[in-house]
């Protein structure tokens, strides 16, 4: 914390079909992203294979993620960071984007708003907090002077434009588009937010648990599950009180 006080904090995690927790894992990792790979791991170890169908909000849009998921064979409904924003038709007229760039692959030059040429000037390599590592090519300007775009353009401070792009993660981001803008895409991003938030909305509004009780990752996992394994039984004696008084849903649950 800063001021000589240690503080244990856990990244609970679910998943979940129709409001019923199927996996549910807790993880000592601030951000979403970097959870993904691990609760399906474990997933994986529970039920024996992945989900066909995986969504999740623009927290686990990562291309070490799109790519672990492609590889297992699950058809990623996966938000992004800047999927929303890229939506926009703003967004698709702005000369400054590098999307709305046009890309030279003989010269492996970038053509930017301005009519400028950013050239190829070397490759980095990101390496993830779980060890995944990305290709980034590095693009410059070599003068930006006079350029009408130039104050849109560039930062304040920089006198040329660069642009960092990864391939990888690009085409990984264009598949996950598309699915996301299908028909199915649109169903499963509306059921996401009332599947899912739903859980930690009834748990920690309804039932008022804000705080795990036991401390050490391996008790605080136990309290979690056990936890979930409440509301899954809470909910399905709902449903079979439900259906004792409606012969119809009765028939559905059977």
Same mark, same amino acid.
């Given at each position: ?15 979940? @079909? +129709? ?9 000592? =990792? ?10 399906? %791991? ?20 990562? @291309? ?10 699950? @058809?990623?409904?996966?938000?992004? +960071?800047?999927?929303? &924003?890229?939506? &926009? ?70 006198? +040329? =434009? ?8 690009? @085409?990984?981001? &264009? ?21 899912? %938030? ?20 391996? &008790? ?13 039984? =809470? ?20």
């Amino acid at each position: 914390m800063g001021n000589g006080q240690l503080k244990a904090g856990y990244n609970a995690q679910v998943g979940t @079909e +129709n409001q019923f927790v199927v996996h549910a894992a807790v993880h000592q =990792r601030p951000g979403d992203t970097a959870c993904l790979k691990p609760h399906v %791991e474990s997933l994986k170890r529970s039920l024996g294979h992945v989900p066909a169908t995986f969504v999740a909000d623009a927290g686990y849009g990562s @291309e070490e993620n799109y790519d672990y998921l492609e590889g297992e064979g699950a @058809e990623a409904f996966v938000k992004y +960071n800047t999927f929303h &924003k890229e939506q &926009k038709k703003s967004f698709a007229q702005d000369l400054a984007q590098p999307a709305n760039w046009e890309y030279d692959a003989g010269s492996d030059e970038y053509r930017c708003g301005g009519g400028r040429a950013l050239a190829f000037e070397r490759e980095r390599a990101d390496v993830s907090e779980l060890g995944y590592e990305s290709a980034v090519r590095i693009y410059g300007c070599p003068d930006c002077s006079g350029c009408a775009l130039a104050a849109k353009c560039l930062k304040p401070g920089q006198e +040329n =434009r660069r642009v960092h792009v990864n391939p990888r993660r690009d @085409e990984l981001r &264009k598949r996950a588009a598309e699915r996301l803008t299908s028909d199915e895409g649109v169903a499963l991003r509306r059921r996401r937010s009332t599947d899912v %938030e739903t859980v930690f909305g009834d748990v920690k509004r309804n039932w008022g648990f804000r705080r795990f009780t036991l401390r050490g990752i391996g &008790k605080v996992a136990h309290e979690w599950r056990l936890l979930m394994m409440g509301h899954n039984i =809470r909910k399905l004696a709902r449903k079979i009180t439900g259906a004792a008084a409606n012969p119809a849903l009765a028939a559905a649950i059977a």
